[in-house]
Every structure is written in structure tokens, then in C-alpha cells.
């Protein structure tokens, strides 16, 4: 081998190793500077987790808060359980002993030295010796196996708890490789994102393939983040920690953290007549960390948060007010007296079990209101044991400023009562919004009024209550309002209500009263309008979600195809009702009088001559389902025929499937004969009288080719006269009653008559050969009478 490539070869291999010793003097320089969790807890770094659990037990119960009165305690405290929260955890301990990361913002930064060296060690590391046993681990998908969910867990489970910590869900499948590169990754997620209590689960979606399509799943590996009952698709092509906080922070209910600013403060403060506590975070950041987020979405029924950002010259004077530390993040908890805090963290990053564990001891006013069930069941649980039960105090008002005196007598008498609140609870509520609830207490009441009166109830299960009224001396408005007695007035109160508490407290006592109870009305549910809109919203990110790039333009076109589609429709059906209104218009302007008085229109019958010109329209283009009703006259007997044919077809002038034509015999004799000639089933030569055809009526069907035909001598004309003559001759003639005809008029003795009346041949006048046409109309457009079928329509040709 050359001399000269070897040389390289070693000073290459020195370059490597001589950064690697950089590398890790940097670790131990960056280790010395931070907070050591093993020098905090007193054990070595190679303890074993049972002595980082022993030594964790000794150094909490000498520095909890509550049994230590070191200044520090506290803090003290916080540190011991952060440092076993990270010794705990294997990935974690490695990450510190190997990288020096103590905190989450360690994890998020990607820009830090330490792992600027680690990245390039790793590359040169991985050149020498080969990449396959350190990705060995991050294709182990065992873990998804360990979080796997099925659907009725996500139904059951998931979807309930996301209305108060977000559920983060990972889609996989077995023989997944993107899956199997993703494992580590989603590792990493889970180690970053779960101390703030968002909750991770995975999914195989090739045995969930109900809830794939239910979540609309597109790709896997795929994440989906379950918010308040609605899934929303993590769709960014980079998986790390940081993206998926910045979609977590996206999706998140909008202003969770309301931002405060020295203006806004005492109108922030004061709003606590909503019946929730006010909260502050004071942070030295633009905007606020995900785990106050988190824990603002957790407690937003009961708490509403405000974000005071410390670098803003804005906030200058909730700085100096407050005292609170320009670098630190500080918790501030305020109740119904807002100008000093019940509570107050201040640390440099305050954990998310340090801030649920305070909230949740202050999540509550000191005379909260009982708005709501879910408000009965947490200020007034129930409790069946006798020993242990729990008195609910509670004031009856109404929504109006007259009260407020006595809410306020009523509030500092909770506030200065030394009993422990697991064991009483003052409260108030509005009669006008409980009235339900509050008539089930009204019946043992010896006042029957309740307004302004205290009830002292005990519930022994969800719908059974004990309770006693208070004598209705105790609290009354106008004393209230008396300054001059109202520290007396005040004390009496108290001293009365603490010594009928204390009776009622003892285990041998029993309240005096039991009553079922109906759930309260939820003051703060939304309104209809409300959740519409929230539903339109919630559908508006969806399709924003569902809907790629690829997607936006076809989208857009259907849109507006659809919208061209509608004006388009509108405008044509605008303008034909300005164009029938015009016609109507004119019509009945045309039908004023001479005097000016207006007549109201009556829709007129016209009716057509059936000539050459005119026979296509009226015949052979009718459109389905019209017919065309044709009188046949002459000259002669025009003038009488016509009138007799308008009256019995103007009942039927506002039907739009019907015209109404006459047509001289004279000059359409040869289109008449070849109709008759067409309908019957032999062909012969038709030799026609045009006299005998005066007075007939056709009624044409020009689009399934038929034709019906009246004529006064022609058999369906009499039909209905000769069945009733049949069945008055039947009646007459039966033996039993020779009288059974007599209601028609006819008896036995002159039914030979009649019947041989009705067949002798009568004489017809041109004046009565339309008598029968309103009968005959009335049967065609029943269907009953006889219908002539031919092959196609004649020619209309004049004489």
C-alpha cells in the first residue's frame, strides 16, 4: 500500500476522534452548568431504579409543602419530582446521560450545538462501522402493538376524554415500511408530548377498517389528533416533535388564553359574574407554552385564563403590581376579590401536574353558582353514608342587581367560614332559570316563598335530597342594605346559619325533609343559531383539511358551475314572472268599463279552427298527455252548435293539457273519412253524409294516436239512461214488492210503457244535439269511454 494513503488514512481517523472528545468535553462542560437530577435526588448514576425510587419517597415527604416550612420547600420540592419524573424513564435517563437533555425545550430545539456535533458524530460513526444495528431499533413497531385501540375503545373512551386533554391517535399497518421508520419518531412524540397529558394511542388499520374510513384516514402512516369530538388529520410530510405542536397549537379552540395587557386587567378580573375563576400566566414569550394551552382547554368550563407577556412594555404595570419575575413563568389565580391572588407559582418551567394540581384546588368561586348539573355534581356531590355526608349551603335569587346585596352577605359569610369545604359548600342560584328544581324544595316551606331564602340540602344519591329551610328571617334584602345594623345584622346571620350547620353535621341528626329532584337546566348551552354556525365552521375545516392542491381547482369549477347554474335559473324564472305580471296587465286594463271601474279577469276559452295550416299544432304535435276536443259543424248549423259547445266546455278553460276547435265538415269531409277508416279493422271505401256528421265532438290524442268520439245517435250517449232503465224495469218487476220502483218515479203498472218509450226513435233538433256533451265529457276524462286507435294521423287536406 502507498506510503502517502496511509498517512491520510491515520490523519483522517485522528481528525474523527479528536472530535468526538470535543463532542463530549462540550456534554460535561454543558452537564456541570445545568441541574444535575442524580446530585439532586443523592444517588450515583449507575443507581438502579429502586434506589432512584427509595431515595424519591425520602426526599418527597421531607420537602413537601405541606409538612415543610423551609421558604424553599416548594421549589425544592418541584425539583425532586422533576428529577424523578426523568430517572424514571429510561429514554429520557439516556437522552441526559448521553446528550445533556433535561427539558422539553431541549427536545423541540433542534438547533443546539450539542446535537449540531451528535448528528455529524453519528454520520462519521455510522461510516466507519455501518448503519444497520442503530436503526435497528427505530423499525421495532412493537410499540404500536402496545397502544393498539380497536373501535369501540376510541367510541367508549377516546372520544369522551377528548373534550378535555387532546387524543393523539397513529394509523398503522403491520407490513407498513414508512410505518416501521416512523416508530422511532412517534417514540420521541410520545416522550415529549405526554407529561402535558395529551394521550397517545395507535390504531392497526387493517383490522379497524370501520374506523379508518370514520376518520378519514389517506395515507400510512398517518396521525390524527381527536379534539372535542372531531378528528382533524395531521397532514405535514415532516414528523418531529415541534411540527406536531405547532399543528396541536393550530387546532386548538381559539383564544384559550385570552391576552391582557395593563387596559384590559380590571375588566379581565371583574369578569367572574360568569361564574368562572380568573387565571393569569405571566410568560417572558410572545406567545404561551403548549402545556398552558393544554391545561387551559382542561379547565376552560371552570377557568379562564389570560396571557400577560412580560417582554411587552404593555404590561409594565401587572409586572410591578404582581412583583413577578421578568424571566420566570408565574401562575396567578384570582377568585371574586380580585386584587390579590388565593394562589401563585412562580418557576422557570412550572410542570403540568404542578399546575392541575393547584387549579384544581382553586377551580371554584367562594359562592359559586348552580348553573348547570355538571356544577350540582361537583360543588354538591352526592353521598349515601350518613357519617360523611355533605352539606350544600345555597341562597335563592334572581338574575338582577337588587340581589347583589345580599349575594354579597352571603359570600363573606362562606369566605369566613372554618368549615372544611369537603364537608360544606355555600352556593346560589336563580329561581327564574331553576325554577323546576327549586319547586321540589317549595312544598315544605312554610314562607311558599322562596326568593332570597337559604336551603341547607344533603344528597344522598342523584335524584333523593334531605334538606331543611332556613327560618326566613335569616336573610332579607332590605336589612342587608341597612348600614348602620349591617355588621350586626351580618354576625347574627353567620352565628345562626354556623349553629344550625353544626346540628346538622352530627351523624345522629337527619334534615327534616326528602324530596326527588329533576336535573338542572345548563345555563351556558348554546343556542340553536350557535350551533349551526359552530357545525358550518367545523364543516368549513374539514374540507379545508380534506381538500389538497390537486383538489382546489376542480373544486372551485364545480362551485362555480353550480352558482352560473342557479343565477342563471333565477334570472330566466325573474323574468318570466315580470313578463306574466305585464301580460296581466294589459289584460285587465283592456277589461276596464267606460265608468273606470276595473273588472277582475276571467280567463278566456279560445277556441281554434281546425284548418290545413293550423292541424300540425293541434293534432299531430300535441306533447304528452294533451288532447284537442274538435266540434264538427257546417255552415248552416255553425251558429247554433257553437254556443251550446262553449257552455258545456267552459268548466274546463283553466286546464292547460286541453284545446278546444270546431272544424266545417265541408271542408275537412276527407281528412274525417280516413280517420274513421283508419280505426276500423277492414279496409274499405267510406261513403259519408256530411249532414249526419253535424254536432259530433272528437277528442283527439295526437301523441299516443286515439281518438274518442260523441254524437247524440251514437251508443255511449244513452248508455247511462238505458242502464237505469234496465234497473227500474228489474225492480218493477219483482213479485215481493210491485212498489219497489216507485222511488223512481215508476210503478209495476206503467213500466211496459216507459221501456218501450225509451226505444222508440226520437226526432233530433240542431239545438239538441249537444244536450248529452257535459255527461260524455265527464266519462272521457274519467277513461271510461271507448278509445279508436290508428296507425298514424291523415293528411289534412281542404276541398
Known sequence: MNTKAIINRHSKS???????????????????????????????????????????????????????????????????????????????????????????????????????????????????????????HDQDISLYHRLSITTKYYETNIVPKSRHTPQILMFYADWCFACMKAANSFKKLIDTLEPYGITFATVNAGHEEQLVRKVGVHSLPCVIMVLNDHNYVY????????????????????????????????????????????????????QPRLRYLITAYYFRERVVFGFVELNSKETAYIQAKFKAHPELDTLLIFNEFPPQPIATVTMSDIPSTTLNNIISLNKYLILPRLSSQDMLESVCPAEWNRPRKKLCVVLVTENTRLHDGARTVMRKIALESLYNREKVRFAYIYQEKQNDFISAFSKHNQSKETLLQIIIFWRRDTKHIRYEWVDQTILEADKVLENDTHDQYFNNTKQKLDSIIHRLLRSTEALSFETEVKDLFDENSESSIMRMLNRIILALEYISDNLGHEHILPAISVLGTVTFILIIGYLMSYLLHLEEEDIQLNKSKRLENSNGKRISYIPELRLHELRAEKYNGLVRLLKPGCRTIVLLTDLQSRSKLIPSFHKAVWPYRKNKTLMFAHMLIEKGIGWYAELLRLSLSECREMNINPRNCIGTVVALNGHRKYFCMYHAKHPESNRGAKRMIKITRHLSSMPTDPEAGAFLGMDSSDSETSVSDVYEPRILLEENLLDGLPNWLDRLFEGTTHRYYINYWPDFTSK
Not at 427509595?54 to 421558604?71: C, F, G, I, T
Not at 420540592?77 to 435517563?93: A, G, M, N, P, T
Not at 416533535?241 to 386587567?265: S, W
Request: net charge positive; aromatic share 14%; proline share 5%.
Open 235 to 286: 397532514k405535514d410530510s415532516v414528523f418531529n416533535p415541534q411540527h406536531v405542536v405547532d399543528f396541536i397549537r393550530q387546532k386548538m379552540p381559539y383564544k384559550l388564553l385570552t391576552p391582557v395587557t395593563d387596559n384590559t386587567l380590571d375588566k379581565f378580573l371583574n369578569g367572574w359574574v360568569d361564574n368562572r375563576v380568573r387565571a393569569l400566566i405571566l410568560e417572558p414569550r410572545m
Open 14 to 136: 485522528l481528525v474523527y476522534w479528536i472530535r468526538l472528545l470535543l463532542f463530549f468535553a462540550s456534554i460535561c462542560l454543558s452537564l456541570s452548568a445545568s441541574s444535575d437530577p442524580y446530585s439532586i435526588l443523592g444517588v450515583h448514576k449507575r443507581a438502579s431504579m429502586q434506589d432512584i425510587r427509595r431515595a424519591y419517597k425520602q426526599l418527597a415527604k421531607e420537602w413537601h409543602p405541606d409538612k415543610s416550612k423551609h421558604p424553599e420547600a416548594e421549589t425544592k420540592f418541584v425539583e425532586i419530582k422533576q428529577s424523578y419524573e426523568l430517572l424514571s424513564d429510561s429514554e429520557r435517563r439516556r437522552a441526559f446521560d448521553q446528550y445533556g437533555i433535561t427539558n422539553e425545550d431541549a427536545v423541540l430545539d433542534h438547533n443546539r450545538p450539542e446535537y449540531n456535533n451528535y448528528g455529524r458524530f453519528k454520520d462519521t460513526f455510522e461510516h466507519f462501522y455501518g448503519a444497520h444495528n442503530f436503526n435497528y
